[in-house]
């Protein structure tokens, strides 16, 4: 969540995010690689109706799962868990996209690890305990 002190920051963050100057970075823990290249990629697919697009990176794969960087183009909802359950890897824990059964996650597995504002500025969040515990740290 990002939040402004005043109602000029308020326009100018919300500038930001309408216009695609911002920079949100996920991370994601998902069974498979799936269809997911070693090498990063990216996935186009229409997320309800509309054009979405979600750069990736493989960050570390083992036999129990694997942790993805995700970076949307676009802002959709359910973009980055669409595009990850059609690439064959949906999240860990996410009833919606994927199975939803995992004795490891209790919620599906999808961290905003940081955000970068047009200026430069970056903010980024630690992810959960789970996120390590509950793929590929064991």
């Given at each position: ?81 669409a595009h ?24 599906a ?19 959960p305990?789970?996120?390590a ?6």
């Open positions: 969540l990002c939040f402004a002190a005043s109602d000029a920051g308020n326009a100018l963050l919300k500038a930001a995010f309408e216009e695609r100057e911002a920079t949100k970075t996920y991370l994601a823990v998902v069974d498979g690689p799936g269809d997911l290249q070693k090498r990063g990629g990216v996935l186009r697919a229409p997320v309800a109706g509309a054009p979405a697009e979600t750069a990736y990176d493989i960050v570390k794969s083992t036999r129990e799962g694997t942790v993805v960087e995700c970076r949307p183009k676009t802002g959709r909802t359910h973009q980055i868990r990850l359950a059609g690439a064959g890897c949906p999240l860990r824990g996410d009833a919606r996209y994927g199975c939803g059964v995992d004795r490891q996650a209790n919620r597995l999808l961290h905003c690890a940081s955000i970068r504002l047009p200026d430069g500025r970056r903010f980024a969040a630690a992810a305990p789970d996120m515990t509950s793929a590929v740290d064991r």
